[in-house]
Each structure stands twice: as C-alpha cells, then as structure tokens.
C-alpha cells in the first residue's frame, strides 16, 4: 500500500492555477504532521527537484516562491500545494514524501524522505 496518495494534478494553461493534495494512506503516515512532508517534481529528462516543505517551519525552492504555497490540514491528514501563475517550466510530475525525521527546517534533499507518493502529473501549456 502506497503510504501517501497525490492528487489534483491536471492540465492548464499559463497563468493558471492547480491546487494538489497530498494524503496520507492507511496508517503508515498518520498523523501526517508528525512527519516533514515535502513536495518535488519532475520533468522528462531532469532530475527530481524540489520545490516545498512543511514542517515547524516552510521552505520554498527559488523557482516557486511567491507563486506557490504549501499548507496542512491537521484534521483531513492532507498537506496541500496551491500553484498560482504557473508556467510551463512548472510542468512535471509532482510527489509528495515523508520524512520520519521531523526536522524544524524541511530538507531540500530527496535522499532524505522516506516514504514516497506515486506522483500526479502536472502539465502547463504556453
């Protein structure tokens, strides 16, 4: 069973705007704020990335700070990522990953997450 499930992702145009959800599946996350979650993405052909993290704190990768937003619901067990004015470099597949470790700044390091979603695809067109 896959421990946390991605979803929202979806095509859209340039400028527009997708909200994704990431939920924890069964109990192998839960509570999912005991865990850092972070979001990362890739595109054909790069490397996975990422691009945000929650934990006591929020961090952000250059490339999405100010358009985008990460939030968790406490109640839903749902992490979510708000992505406003996207372009099509956003395009890519979006994962969502735990690190059991819950550090107060999340890592930017995908080496360091250890349960992962099975990704939901985010396209943007020009």
């Known amino acids: 069973q896959v421990p946390l499930v991605e979803s929202g992702g979806g095509l859209v145009q340039a400028g527009g705007s997708l909200r994704l959800s990431c939920a924890a599946s069964?109990?192998?996350?839960?509570?999912?704020?005991?865990?850092?979650i972070g979001w990362f993405r890739q595109a054909p052909g790069k490397e996975r990335e990422f691009v945000a993290g929650?934990?006591?704190?929020?961090r952000y990768a250059d490339s999405v700070l100010g358009r985008f937003t990460i939030s968790r619901d406490n109640g839903q067990d749902t992490v979510y990522l708000h992505m406003d004015y996207l372009t099509p470099e956003d395009t890519g597949v979006y994962f969502c990953?735990?690190?059991?470790?819950?550090?107060?700044?999340?890592?930017?390091?995908?080496?360091?997450?250890?349960?992962w979603g099975q990704g939901t695809q985010v396209t943007v067109s020009s």
């Open positions: 929650i934990s006591f704190n929020i």
């Open positions: 990953a735990a690190d059991q470790e819950f550090t107060i700044v999340p890592s930017p390091n995908a080496n360091e997450y250890d349960y």
């Open positions: 069964g109990r192998t996350i839960s509570p999912i704020n005991r865990y850092v």
